[in-house]
């Protein structure tokens, strides 16, 4: 097999990612947005520095600044209209922010570090979960409610997603278990243990694919089949990040323990594209939801967008610029 690691695709185009900076510390998550009715998508990043900031999913231009967390913010997650966002932070909050004007409208106090927050379908509930190793539900509409707490975790959670349409939230964290709740009878109803603490989980555009990177492996699962049909790919490096591609052909994968972006083959599970852009090693990684770019977010403090494929014409990339090595 040969591996292309100087930045030149197979179709000898060289890929040049377009860097994104304003984070002043580490950048630990990263996700875009669904495409909204305009046809537009966003970017929402999270980051040691404790501003989580919004941009333009295709060019990557900055928009706004959330500001007021007091601690470094570990999660960022817009809502399916791209209306509201969540954070969670190391300042033992979460707070769901108006995406027009950057203010908070809700602040939700914890007892210790907030690692994950996600939305449900209509944007009227967030769940969090992190250091207490234990979820809780809150009511956007009763914000001042008590929330449903879910317990069941024996170590930090450090992800969470909401599945509206199987009626479940899945959580994972160092305890190196997923844990699928039904939100019917708000109990566990399964669990999936991998083979390492679980860094990083997110559910597909399409809603398809649940996937996670857990030491060094990058799994996928699909909700609707059983707690033991998970599609687990081994990789040489530790990774910390993993994201499907909408086609459902390939993936992109970061890890910590180096500086290389990689694109894996998903039915032959094999490397077929390697990259360096960053200085740091790689936290976070996400595709966009055309599947036309990824993202990348670094210990070195910033995003990278990469050109899915470097012959066609996309956002910033245009064919006048992009030259064959």
Known sequence: MNVNTNNNNSNGNRII????????????DIQFSSITPEGKYFLISACKD????LRDGVTGDWIGTFQGHKGAVWSARLSKDSEKAVTGSADFSAKVWDTYNGEVLHTFVHNHIVRAADFNQDSTKIITGGKEQKLRIFDLYRP?????ELLGHEGMIKAVVWDEKHHTVLSAGED????????RTMRESGTIQSDA?????????DGQYVSWAAGKTANFWKPDSSFEDVKKI???????????????????????DDLWVRIYDFEKEEVVEVYKGHHGPLHTVSYSP????????????????????????????????????
Not at 197 to 205: C, D, E, G, R
Not at 234 to 256: C, I, M, R, W, Y
């Open 17 to 28: 990612p377009l860097t994104c900076s304003g984070h002043t510390r580490p950048v630990v």
């Open 50 to 53: 404790g501003s989580p900031m």
């Open 144 to 148: 001042d409610a008590p929330a449903m």
């Open 176 to 183: 190196a278990t997923v844990r699928i709740w039904d939100l």
């Open 197 to 205: 603490p679980i860094s990083t989980m997110t559910l597909s555009s």
């Open 234 to 256: 081994q990789t040489k490096e530790n990774t910390s990040s993993v994201s499907l591609h909408p086609s459902h052909k390939k993936f992109v994968a970061g890890s910590d």
């Open 290 to 325: 055309d599947g036309e770019i990824y993202a990348t977010g670094s210990e070195d403090g910033t995003i990278r967008l990469w050109q899915t494929d470097a012959t066609k014409s996309y956002g910033l990339w245009q064919k006048d610029n992009i030259t064959s090595a």
